[in-house]
């Protein structure tokens, strides 16, 4: 079974640009969430989706912003990224059903932004 | 928010021994504390999860153990080896789907 795929893997922005961040679950994987991990503030995270509505955010302004299509994808946006933007930005998935600690995550996206 | 956090930054092993990585939490409407490896260049790993009714779970050469008194949390891996080498993170979770909040993480380093 494929894991969590993550487009792109790298990838290095100016301020002021946007940017989005890919992720493919795992097959028959109903929930998606993403993190942004740091190294000042370690995973922090920012959205789960779960049958293409989002069900939690975390404390993230609103430039940040995802979806989920039809198929479990999840995409992620940045707008007017700012220097703190930079990170590893991290999906990962479940099965969503019920309460759990078993994420199964990507490899991340890296941004740099410059 | 409550997080998660960690009392040492970097554990180094000699290869054999056994690893005991500390993590104190402090939402006490915690449902789930799970453990997490995450090797360079690589997302997090699923080690081992405890739902707070439980007090030890045991896995393969892992133990987790969890004190509810003093909110704490611990991972003990037995007969380290090299391909341990990597930042352990305990997680919460409160009870949100699978919303989980991430201690900051502790590096185990083992030598051969």
């Known amino acids: 079974k494929a894991g969590v795929t993550q487009t792109p893997r790298y990838l290095i922005k100016t301020r002021g640009q946007q940017v989005t961040l890919s992720c493919s679950p795992i097959?028959?994987?109903?929930?998606v969430s993403w993190y942004q991990q740091t190294p000042g503030q370690g995973l922090q995270f920012l959205f789960e989706y779960f049958s293409e509505t989002q069900r939690n955010k975390g404390n993230f302004p609103g430039r940040f912003s995802g979806r989920q299509f039809s198929n479990s994808r999840s995409e992620m946006n940045v707008s007017t990224l700012e220097l703190g933007d930079s990170a590893l930005y991290l999906c990962?998935?479940?099965?969503?059903?019920?309460?759990?600690?078993?994420?199964?995550f990507g490899e991340g996206s890296r941004l740099t932004v410059l | 928010g409550e997080s998660v956090g960690l009392h040492l930054p970097t554990l180094s092993v000699q290869e054999g021994d056994n690893s005991i990585i500390n993590c104190a939490y402090s939402?006490?409407?915690?449902?789930?504390f799970i453990w997490y490896k995450q090797e360079s260049g690589k997302g997090p790993q699923f080690i081992i999860d405890?739902?707070?009714?439980?007090d030890k779970r045991q896995g393969q050469r892992v133990t987790v153990l969890l004190n509810k008194t003093v909110k704490h949390l611990s991972l003990q891996i037995a007969a380290t080896q090299p391909g341990d080498s990597a930042v352990y993170f305990c997680?919460?979770?409160?009870?949100?789907?699978?919303?989980?909040?991430f201690g900051k993480g502790t590096m185990l380093l083992v030598s051969p």
């Open positions: 990962a998935s479940s099965p969503g059903t019920g309460v759990t600690g078993e994420l199964f």
């Open positions: 939402n006490s409407a915690s449902d789930y």
């Open positions: 097959s028959g994987h109903r929930s």
């Open positions: 997680a919460e979770n409160i009870g949100r789907y699978s919303t989980l909040t």
């Open positions: 405890i739902r707070s009714n439980m």
